[in-house]
């Protein structure tokens, strides 16, 4: 599973795809709760219903992103544990501070660094 190509580009992409796809979530409840300030004003004998109706399903999908990040970054600290290039270049340190210090964007730029940038590498030798 280290060595596929898929989910290495699954593990590389999805948390920041799925991280802005959530803050465009975000956004639209925001624009949809100050749009209906007016509505809100003149009904404000019920329960809040309209502020708390997304909520539930904006921290579910919070809680997926949080899982997909912390699978991302075990993922690719095993895979550059498993990395000789690393290994000879010292270079292992350098990549696990980077992958925990910038999260989602460690990765990606592990992915495109050390995986599809030797990946081409490889194809042009042979």
């Known amino acids: 599973m280290i060595h ?3 989910w290495q580009a699954f593990f590389a992409l999805s948390p920041i795809i799925i991280f802005f796809i959530i803050m465009l979530g975000y956004f639209a409840f925001i624009f949809s709760l100050l749009s209906n300030i007016p509505e809100l004003e003149r009904s404000h004998d019920g329960p809040p219903e309209v502020i708390l109706s997304w909520l539930g399903i904006f921290l579910f999908v919070l809680f997926l992103v ?3 990040s912390l699978a ?3 993922f ?5 544990v ?6 000879k270049n ?3 340190l350098l990549w696990i501070l980077l992958f925990v210090f910038v999260s989602g964007l460690g990765q990606l730029i592990y ?4 995986i599809v940038a030797k990946r081409n590498e490889a194809a042009l030798e042979q």
């Open 4 to 6: 596929n190509k898929f």
């Open 66 to 68: 949080i899982l997909l």
């Open 72 to 74: 991302s970054l075990i």
């Open 76 to 80: 690719y600290i095993v895979h550059a």
């Open 82 to 87: 498993q990395n000789p290039n690393l290994r």
């Open 90 to 92: 010292n270079l292992l």
């Open 111 to 114: 992915w495109l660094v050390e």
